[in-house]
């Protein structure tokens, strides 16, 4: 059974930073493109960034050059570093995985940004 599970939200505020974390298990975590999405009240789920086994990210446009995500392969862990951070980013952050089977989703963490 494949399970995503995210820490690391909070209330932060406005210029502050954040690291999000996804720890997978029950799937070969280094063979599956992981990404992280998010949703604001009101409003569509968005892609923020993905990141594949092999390491090549692709970000949305608006969050390029504050957020990075990366993944450590031998814990089983995706990261989000969220830097600069504006009233808009406030969302629930969802952890996604990828694969040949399938696409698997965490139960998401809040992010709450303070002006």
């Known amino acids: 059974q494949v399970q995503l599970v995210e820490s690391g939200g909070g209330l932060v505020q406005v210029g502050g930073s954040l690291r999000l974390s996804c720890a997978a298990s029950?799937?070969?975590?280094?063979?599956?493109?992981m990404g992280w999405y998010r949703q604001a009240p009101g409003k569509q789920r968005e892609l923020v960034a993905t990141?594949?086994?092999?390491?090549?990210?692709n970000y949305a446009d608006s969050m390029k050059g504050r957020f990075t995500i990366s993944r450590d392969n031998t814990k089983n862990t995706v990261y989000l570093q969220m830097n600069s951070l504006k009233p808009e980013d406030t969302a629930v952050y969802y952890c996604?995985?990828?694969?040949?089977?399938?696409?698997?989703w965490g139960q998401g963490t809040q992010v709450t940004v303070s002006s």
């Open positions: 996604n995985g990828a694969n040949f089977f399938g696409t698997y």
């Open positions: 029950g799937l070969i975590f280094s063979a599956v493109t």
């Open positions: 990141i594949t086994g092999g390491g090549s990210t």
